[in-house]
């Protein structure tokens, strides 16, 4: 049984998720980094994908926890991380699991779904 419930299909598309219309444009970045920042952290960002709000955040010296059901987008983000500071790095844990069931047995000062579908 596929535990994805569809997703799946991120594993042909999850390199490049980031670089087509409408997710590379959005502007929302900084807003989800104020956020944080206003937070004082630590950060959960439920289906955090490639990284595209989760890195930008860890950089801001946040601790966060990414959730996402695709072990694909999960696996773009860790090489995305590879490529950070150690300290960027360390502030950064990422979780597979469905956003409908997980526990995680620690509180957050901030949860974040920083996805916006496609609007016409």
């Known amino acids: 049984m596929n535990h994805a419930g569809g997703y799946e299909e991120y594993a042909v598309t999850a390199d490049l998720y980031d670089h087509v219309v409408p ?11 104020e956020a944080a920042q206003e937070s004082g ?3 959960l960002e439920v289906g955090c994908g490639t990284g595209r709000i989760l890195i ?7 601790e966060i926890v990414g959730l996402d059901l695709s ?18 790095q360390s502030r950064v844990q990422l ?4 956003m409908r069931h997980f526990a995680l047995g620690q509180a957050f000062r901030l949860v974040t779904t ?5 609007q016409h």
């Open 23 to 33: 997710y590379r444009d959005r502007p929302d970045v900084p807003f989800f980094v």
């Open 41 to 43: 952290g630590p950060v």
């Open 56 to 62: 930008p955040t860890a950089r801001a010296r946040i």
């Open 71 to 88: 072990s694909h987008m999960l696996d773009v983000c860790r090489k995305r991380l590879l490529k950070e500071p150690k300290d960027v």
């Open 95 to 98: 979780v597979e699991a469905d």
């Open 114 to 118: 920083p996805f916006r579908p496609f």
